[in-house]
Nanobody, 122 residues
Framework: VQLVESGGGLVQAGGSLTLSCAAS?????????ICWFRQAPGRDREGVSC????????DYADSVKGRFRLSHDNAKSTVALEMNSLKPEDTDIYFC???????????????WGQGTQVTVSS
């Protein structure tokens, strides 16, 4: 049971990246809430955006609202985070996580990916 992230990289400020998260060993029937978190060294992990794959409810942190868009494909058990108008302060390691409660609190999540680095240059 694991999540695999992909799509990170280096981009200039104002640019876009799309991160993907794929479930392996389970489906969204088992864990139906998928959330993206981000973390920089020495800082707490921040919940960025979460989706309830059962009803399509999406939640965004204020820091990314209007710039990021989260989508999901239940048939493929994948989630994509489209990040637009990126800023240097979006530079972090991004993790996806699976759980059963729609919240941006990391303690609610049981399965985590290994993370993917996003770097935004000014």
């Amino acid at each position: 049971v694991q999540l695999v992230e992909s799509g990170g990289g280096l981009v200039q400020a104002g640019g876009s990246l799309t991160l993907s998260c794929a479930a392996s060993g389970f489906t969204f029937d088992d864990y139906f809430v998928i959330c993206w978190f981000r973390q920089a060294p020495g800082r707490d992990r921040e919940g960025v955006s979460c989706v309830g794959t059962d009803d399509g409810t999406v939640d965004y942190a204020d820091s990314v609202k209007g710039r990021f868009r989260l989508s999901h494909d239940n048939a493929k058990s994948t989630v994509a985070l489209e990040m637009n108008s990126l800023k240097p302060e979006d530079t972090d390691i991004y993790f996806c996580a699976a759980g059963r409660i729609l919240t941006r609190s990391e303690s609610a999540y049981d399965v985590w990916g290994q993370g993917t680095q996003v770097t935004v240059s000014s």
